[in-house]
Nanobody, 126 residues
Framework: QVQLVESGGGLVQAGGSLRVSCAASGRTVSTFAMAWFRQAPGKEREFVAGINKGGGLTNYADSVKGRFTIARDSAKNTLFLHMNSLKPEDTAVYYC???????????????????WGQGTQVTVSS
């Protein structure tokens, strides 16, 4: 069992930066792949960024490449998403997720992830 708790969301102006965190418990974050998804009102939950079990591979949605960075801190057992140059279209609830079955790579599909946090709201004003 893995428990995930997100924090760090908030209101930021367009062009600003924000960091959201996902504290894990139950297992060490370096033992499984993880990802960030987001869901805007009226839209499906979409993949934002992921990191593989080994930590050497990261994948990003095209819409956030070059602006967002996913990282994890094994000592703190926490996953981060650093978000720069934020746009109003980045407004959404951000969820972290754990894929404890995958040995290699990162899945873009939400169905691959067994554990989810409760989400944290990020709002970008224009």
């Amino acid at each position: 069992q893995v428990q995930l708790v997100e924090s760090g969301g908030g209101l930021v102006q367009a062009g600003g930066s924000l960091r959201v965190s996902c504290a894990a418990s139950g297992r060490t974050v370096s033992t499984f792949a993880m990802a960030w998804f987001r869901q805007a009102p009226g839209k499906e939950r979409e993949f934002v960024a992921g990191i593989n079990k080994g930590g050497g591979l990261t994948n990003y949605a095209d819409s956030v490449k070059g602006r967002f960075t996913i990282a994890r801190d094994s000592a703190k057992n926490t996953l981060f998403l650093h978000m720069n140059s934020l746009k109003p279209e980045d407004t959404a609830v951000y969820y972290c997720a754990a894929d404890t079955s995958r040995l290699y790579g990162v899945s873009y599909s939400r169905t691959a992830y067994e554990y989810w946090g409760q989400g944290t709201q990020v709002t970008v004003s224009s």
